[in-house]
């Protein structure tokens, strides 16, 4: 059993305010094969996501606390949606379709997610993240 408590999110945004990337992940499927990807993803100002899409799967985001836009792209890389996730306005997660371009952006420190996908894990290919 894990239990996602604030001693767990406090561990992971230290350790994503550590990385280069400003991120960091703590998984709960078994491995990358795993069919089902959910995991806590630890989210901190600086993170730098590209705008990517992922054909094999639609992705869940359950925001835990903090604050992010969430922005979607047409094929141009012109923003045609965006949304802003944060609890105390009652905007709790989003799905993201298949193969929709996304990204998003940090807006408040220590801030962290649930996401979910189908798997097995598929690395981004460059067709696959838009420059």
């Not at 979607?72 to 045609?80: G, L």
Request: glycine content about 6%; charged content about 25%.
């Amino acid at each position: 059993m894990q239990i996602i408590h604030n001693a767990l999110l406090n561990r992971l945004s230290g350790e994503a305010l550590k990385n280069p990337r400003r991120r960091m992940n703590f998984n709960f499927h078994e491995s990358a094969e795993s069919p089902s990807q959910r995991m806590l993803n630890a989210l901190e100002l600086g993170t730098v996501m590209p705008v990517h899409r992922h054909r094999h799967t639609a992705e869940t985001y359950v925001l835990l606390r903090g604050r992010l836009r969430i922005l979607f792209y047409d094929d141009a890389r012109v923003v045609i949606d965006s949304a802003i996730l944060d609890c105390s306005e009652g905007n709790f997660g989003v799905n993201i379709p298949l193969g929709q371009w996304h990204s998003l952006e940090v807006l408040e420190a220590g801030s962290a997610i649930f996401e979910a996908k189908d798997g097995p894990y598929s690395p981004l290919t460059d067709e696959d993240i838009l420059i």
